[in-house]
C-alpha cells in the first residue's frame, strides 16, 4: 500500500555534494520519524540521520556538520543534503520510516536504496 522511493544518488567526487530524496506513495495517512542509512560493501548497515515528526533531527558522528536531513510533509518527501562528502561516505542509502496508512495501521517501511559513490 505504501512504497518509499530514493532518488538523487550518483558519482560525485570527494568535496562535493549530492540531494537524496525519498518520497512516499499510496494511501498514506500520515508520516511519522523518518530517517536515512546506509550500508558500504562489506559493512553492516548503519544509521545515518533521522527526522521526528515535529521535525527535530539527530546525526550520526561520522555526518555531523556535513549532511542535512529535512522533510515537505505536503510533498510527502524526506531529503538528505550531502555535503562535503568523503570516499568512505559510500555506500548503498536507504529511506526508513513509520507511515501510518489511510487504514490507520502504522507500520516501518523500508525503501529499496540507491547507490552513491564518492571517487575522483
Known amino acids: 500500500q505504501v512504497q518509499l522511493v530514493e532518488s538523487g544518488g550518483g558519482l560525485v567526487q570527494p568535496g562535493g555534494s549530492l540531494r537524496l530524496s525519498c518520497a512516499a506513495s499510496g494511501r498514506i495517512f500520515s508520516m511519522g520519524q523518518m530517517a536515512w542509512y546506509r550500508q558500504a560493501p562489506g559493512k553492516e548497515r548503519e544509521w545515518v540521520a533521522l527526522?521526528?515528526?515535529?521535525?527535530?533531527?539527530n546525526y550520526a558522528d561520522s555526518v555531523k556538520g556535513r549532511f542535512t536531513i529535512s522533510r515537505d510533509t505536503a510533498k510527502n518527501t524526506v531529503y538528505l543534503q550531502m555535503n562535503n562528502l568523503k570516499p568512505e561516505d559510500t555506500s548503498v542509502y536507504y529511506c526508513?520510516?513509520?507511515?501510518?496508512?489511510?487504514?490507520?495501521?502504522?507500520?516501518?517501511?523500508w525503501g529499496k536504496g540507491i547507490l552513491v559513490t564518492v571517487s575522483s
Open positions: 527526522i521526528t515528526s515535529g521535525g527535530n533531527t
Open positions: 526508513n520510516g513509520r507511515i501510518t496508512s489511510t487504514d490507520y495501521l502504522s507500520t516501518n517501511y
